[in-house]
């Protein structure tokens, strides 16, 4: 069973800087991408950045500029950094690991800008 625990979240002012992290485990084959996602309070789920096993990515382009998706070198560990936060950005920020025969869901960590 593939687990995803995302850690990094937390609370900070607008332009401030934070770098959300996701660990990946469980998985015998490789995953077709990785990326996150996050929702705000009565708003639906959306993509923030995805990265494939060609290492290519893409961005919502609210984010654009601002953040950016990297995984080490073993691709079991993704990265969000993201710089000049906005409050707009506070949601709760989810890890996705997308395979052939399923799709999976971290727990979500936090994020909160202060204006």
């Known amino acids: 069973q593939v687990q995803l625990v995302e850690s990094g979240g937390g609370l900070v002012q607008a332009g401030g800087s934070l770098r959300l992290l996701c660990a990946s485990s469980g998985s015998i084959v490789r995953s077709i991408s990785m990326g996150w996602y996050r929702q705000a309070p009565g708003k639906q789920r959306e993509l923030v950045a995805v990265?494939?096993?060609?290492?290519?990515?893409n961005y919502a382009d609210s984010v654009k500029g601002r953040f950016t998706i990297s995984r080490d070198n073993a691709k079991t560990t993704l990265y969000l950094q993201m710089n000049s936060l906005k409050p707009e950005d506070t949601a709760v920020y989810y890890c996705n690991e997308r395979f052939y025969l399923g799709n999976y869901w971290g727990q979500g960590t936090q994020v909160t800008v202060s204006s």
């Open positions: 990265i494939n096993n060609s290492d290519g990515s």
